[in-house]
């Protein structure tokens, strides 16, 4: 354990560094793929919501839907807000996706629901894809450790999962 913050900061970073170096997170795609980070992670998002994005859930356009006459305005700020990114650059993703026949918008069923945002059947297939990538990287990351490394890193990352997490002490889940 670092004396000080300081220790554990320098320390923390020197993991990230190392860590980004070893999946290639540097690279310019994910896995080998035509999508930057940021991008897959939209597509993941897009992919594993429960439901749908309401993408127009008000009935009328948002500022980004009317400046850029696409209807992805509420969709991108929730996205965007959930991952701490710029809601024009999750809108240029959107469309970005839409020209792509990855993502379509439909009309709800309900007159409040609006549009709904939603993968298409290439999207699926492109984040089915992204994730059996990153499963095969993440295999051939650790194919080499033990029964017991490999618990023990599977404990070691849940610890610095829950310990990362920012609840209070008191509510984090006991993990030996």
Known sequence: MPADRSALVSDLRCFNRFYTGLIGLLDETLAHSAFT????RVLFELGCRPG?????????????ARVLQIDFGPAASDIARELQLDPAYVTRILRKFSAAGLIETRTGLEALRGRILSLT????????????????DA???TADLGDEE????????????????????????EIA
């Open 52 to 64: 749908r994005i309401a993408a127009n859930p008000g009935g009328t356009p948002g500022f980004l």
């Open 139 to 141: 295999a051939r990351l």
């Open 150 to 173: 490999a618990a023990e890193l599977s404990d070691i990352l849940a610890r610095a999962r829950n310990l990362l997490s920012g609840a209070p002490t008191s509510e984090r889940s």
């Open 121 to 136: 059947v290439h999207g699926r297939a492109a984040l089915a894809t992204l994730q059996a990538a990153a499963d095969r």
């Open 37 to 40: 980070l940021t991008e897959a």
